[in-house]
């Protein structure tokens, strides 16, 4: 028995016994052991991280098909989505474009792409009267004639009359 458990009158004895010290393995022989338990653990930790990411590698070839047929399925879907919308807006953009233009037109229309059918409205509607242009005395370039509310603002100017009777409808010459 060691000194804690000897009883309170018997001497306490500090030497293993026999017995124990036929039991106990050498310093040298117990670090040799517990290293190469150690190193087996680790070694067994290593195989089955990488047993875990192979299977999880397997997994996702398999899985990988099904991921790529879903990406493939949602690509399609919002394809089909932004056509669907872009038929809608061709649709309206072209009934509102048709609504500007005559029978007559729309007849020529009928068979033209959206863009063509844009650029011909606008060609359509940039047709308008031209304006009636006066050339300066002594100057062969024509110039505008005066909006009514310049001719408004400045009539009473007698200068501006007379360096603006060009522009201005009806107004003879210069005075």
Known sequence: MDETTAPQGAPATTQPDAAAESIMIPKGR???VNERRKAAEAELQSLLAEKQAREEAE????GEFESVLEKYKLELKEAKDKAGQWDAYQTDRREALLSKLND???GLADGLSLAKLEQLV????DQKAPAVVAAKPGNSSPSEIATPEEIRKNYH???WRSENAHRIPGMPGIR
């Open 157 to 159: 100017d007698p200068k």
């Open 59 to 62: 997994a996702a070839k398999r």
């Open 30 to 32: 117990f670090d040799e």
């Open 104 to 106: 007559d037109d729309k």
């Open 122 to 125: 606008a060609r359509l509607a």
